[in-house]
């Protein structure tokens, strides 16, 4: 997709200061952090929101990559959040799926 943000991070068109690369993903920092450790992993692959991935080819991948930020991040035994916004009404603004990974702070429930 031409105009979508951060299709143009995968692609390299915009410097968005990548911390690790994996097959199906690039993980960067989020530019506005709700936490000390606030990534997102960003699909290569441009889908709108999660109910559009190809769960058997990048799905599989995910729960791997969290566990390697939560090692890389040394928060696997202090504890970590994942948020998967999909929709207007679930807080997705960007159409392309992405996953945020917060670390670093405490965090309450119910988060919104």
Known sequence: MEDCI???????KINAGV???TGNFIIIKDINPVSPVHLLLISKKHYDSLLNIDSRVD??????VIKDLANDYNVKDSGFRIVINTGEDGGQTVSHMHIHFMAGRGFGWPPG
Request: glycine share 12%; hydrophobic share 40%.
């Open 19 to 21: 911390v690790k690369e």
């Open 6 to 12: 951060f299709c143009k991070i995968v692609n390299k």
């Open 59 to 64: 799905g599989n991948e995910i729960f791997g």
